[in-house]
Structures are given as C-alpha cells and as structure tokens.
C-alpha cells in the first residue's frame, strides 16, 4: 500500500501542518510517510524533525541557482542514516557510504542525511538532466556546492603545488576516488574565480562529458573549447596558485554572529519544532552561531537548560591556529554544567544540540575572566 503523502504547506509560520497539526510541541514527524515539497517528495527511513523539510526544500532552490539547472519534476529523496546504508551500500563494500544518487531523468533518486544531503541534491539535480560526468568535475562540484551544509560552510585548502596526481590526469578517471572530492572542489574553486561561474557551470553541462563509454579527448576538447586552454596548461597554472584557500557559502547568517566585545556572551534560543533553524535527526540541532575573538580568552561556558548540549568549532585563525587546547574544538556535554574553556583569538561557530528534543528557550552565556 502506498504510503499517505503530505504536501509541505507554503505557510511558513505552520510547517508540517498536517503532520503534526501545527503543535510546535512535536519534535519529529513519523517514518512511514511520503512529504511533499515543492522539489522534493521525501521519504524518511527514520523520523524526519524540526524544520529539516523547509531546509531541505530551500536548499534545493539554493543548488538549482548555483548550478543553472532548473528542477524538472520532483526529486525522490530517501531521507535518514538507515536508508543510506540500506540503498547506498554495495554488495561486499565495507566502506562508509554518506549517501548516494542513482538513475537519470525522472527515475533519478538520491539517498543522503542531514549531513550529506546537499553534496546528493547536487547529482540528484544533474542526473534529472542527464548528466553525471567524470568524477573529478562531478564529486568536486558537489562539495563544492554542497559540502558541510546546513550547518557550515565549505573552507577548500589544498597545497596544489604539491599534489602528484593533477587535474590533467585525474579528470580522465572512470572509477571514483577520495582525491576527486577535496581537488576537484578546490580546482573548480579556482576555475571559477578565473572564468566566473557561469562558464564553468556551461563546461559542467557539456553533453561530450556523458559520452558512453566516457572519451578522455572529448573531456580535454570541451576543455578548450570553453576556456581556450588545454587542461594541462590549466592544471599548471592551478599548481602555481600553491595554497590558496576557497571559502564558499557562510558560517553563519549576519544576525547570527556575536559580539564579541561583551562581558558576557548570549545566545539565545528557542527550541521550536515548527521552525526552520530547528533540524534533525540526529538528534536536534540550531543553526550555528558565530563569534569572532580579536584576543585569547578563557571563556565561562554555561547553558540553562540541563538536556542540551553545546558544540563549538574552530572556524579559521587570522594568523592561522596554533597548537593546544585553546585551538580545539569544543563539546559541552548535556547535564555537566558550566565549563572554562580556553579558545584562540579565532573565528568559532557554536551549535546547540538537543538529543532529547525537549522544546522552548535556552541561554547560552560565555563568561570572560569569571573571577
Ligand atoms: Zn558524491
């Protein structure tokens, strides 16, 4: 029997109406049925909460800017950590698998979390086109579309100058490999701080990279074709630019950043299930904050609610991070009270879980020099 669908309501101020009849008290919203969304009918292998739907669906707006390509019809969506590993894993693979995409056109379906869903929207919405591509331009453009989102942004650091196996040659691979995702992102960073995006999106659709079976010299053809020189001068140039760091999309929305000069640090939440900064499984989560410290500084850590817990992260050091505990990151466990934490002067993000999805407002304050 088909399972009952749900259309997401466009109201955004009652998400899952129907699901969970407006509430706001019901943290997750069942496994076992099919939610509609305006680019997207998920199917949750696990329940599916918070404002995880809305995400999902403006992501798939954000990816369908980004890339140029429009969505054509809906997107199947296998949601959840149990239908990755059920669907994406091969027979006799032992290796972790994030997610996967598979089929074209209509029947295209992809299998992702929370975590990897953006990086599988990014072939969902390419194989509804047809295309799929060598994996040095396919994996490199869904991280660098779609890698470490919802919840951060994507920082590409890769020593080029250094790298054995370069673009000219890893762009003819047939079989994927772990060197296709962190390069691939990091050249196409490149290339399109060179030929702007656009162009490089217009390469990235080119019908000769769909070739069956693939053909090494049409790769290299279209290459100059759009950007007027071969891969292996290109490769070159890519090498010479050494170490330079890529950051795409935010850390955090403006009204999310801190300031940073006050005694006392608050963030301040509320756990609504109805809304869209509110996300999971696993567990729960809020969007992140984000605090820049121009100094170091010993930092009191206490939240008010006793069930949450705190994650900060290092973002990025101006002088680059140094070594010890003060260049970490950072866990505050659920129910273990207040914390001394020492943090570099450094940019940090800092994320509020709820693992036992208990709803309303918490406070989070960092302390300076509690004497
Ligand atoms: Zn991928």
Redesign the pocket.
Known sequence: MAAPTHRLPTNRGCLLAVALACSGDVACAPSDEVFETQQLDVRPGEEICGGTLVSLDEESSRISQTIRLEWSSRLQFGFGEELVADECMGAGEIEEVA???RGFGGDTEVFADLFSSS??L??GLRRMHGLRGPPFF??GL??LVGSRRPFSAQVLVVDASAVVRGPAELAFDVEVSEEH?RLGAHFLAWLSDREGEDAVMAFLRDPTFELEPPEPVAVADAFRVHFGDDLVAADQQWRSTASVRYDRGQWCAEDNWLDPDATEIVVAGDFDFAASDTLGPPGLHHLPSCLALSEPATLRVDIDVDELDVNIGLIGCPDGAGTGAAFHDKFVEAGTGPQELEFGACQWWIRIGNPQGVSGPYRLTLTRDPM
């Open positions: 997610g996967c995409a990086h599988e990014v072939h396919s994996e869904a991280e995702y």
